[in-house]
């Protein structure tokens, strides 16, 4: 069993930084909780897009890569761009599909046979610290 390279490990943790940064402000300035919840909107649909990337950088490595393989790696793009596109009165469920869809994500990573070994596990802990941050949030936008 290989190690996360540390740093893999030190960016995906820095990485953490701006999903957990909202609901702790939200807590702090809760007359500014829009503008947090805003702001963990667009980091989290980027990390989506970056995932989805990922998976697509792996993908290619190959030299006939396989067609659904890149189209699926596609769809996190499209789908953090889509959540984005929602209306503010759609806040709590914008949130919690990027959660959903940061969780599907996740088990495609954890099932996959084509990365290594540590990425998996390195995906389990900030999948739930970004789920977690999510939800978080969607619960102070009571």
Same mark, same amino acid.
């Given at each position: 069993?290989?190690?996360?390279?540390?740093?893999?490990?030190?960016?995906?943790?820095?990485?953490?930084? /701006?999903?957990?940064?909202?609901? &702790?402000?939200? #807590? !702090?300035? +809760?007359?500014? *909780?829009?503008?947090?919840?805003?702001? =963990?909107?667009?980091?989290?649909?980027?990390?989506?897009?970056?995932?989805?990337?990922?998976?697509?950088?792996?993908?290619?490595?190959?030299?006939?890569?396989?067609?659904?393989?890149?189209?699926?790696?596609?769809? /996190?793009?499209?789908?953090?761009? &889509?959540?984005? #596109? !929602?209306? +503010?009165?759609? *806040?709590?469920?914008?949130?919690?599909? =990027?959660?959903?869809?940061?969780?599907?994500?996740?088990?495609?990573?954890?099932?996959?046979?084509?990365?290594?070994?540590?990425?998996?596990?390195?995906?389990?802990?900030?999948?739930?610290?970004?789920?977690?941050?999510?939800?978080?949030?969607?619960? &102070?936008?009571?």
């Amino acid at each position: 069993m290989s190690k996360t390279p540390p740093i893999v490990l030190f960016y995906g943790l820095a990485g953490l930084i /701006p999903f957990l940064a909202p609901p &702790l402000a939200t #807590l !702090a300035f +809760p007359d500014f *909780r829009w503008q947090f919840t805003e702001a =963990l909107l667009w980091w989290a649909a980027i990390i989506l897009s970056f995932l989805g990337g990922a998976r697509w950088g792996a993908a290619v490595q190959n030299a006939q890569p396989a067609p659904g393989l890149i189209g699926l790696a596609m769809l /996190p793009s499209i789908i953090g761009w &889509l959540v984005l #596109l !929602a209306p +503010p009165k759609y *806040r709590i469920a914008q949130l919690l599909t =990027l959660a959903a869809a940061l969780l599907v994500h996740f088990l495609w990573d954890w099932t996959s046979r084509s990365l290594p070994g540590w990425y998996g596990r390195l995906r389990l802990m900030l999948t739930t610290g970004a789920v977690a941050a999510l939800s978080w949030q969607a619960a &102070l936008q009571g």
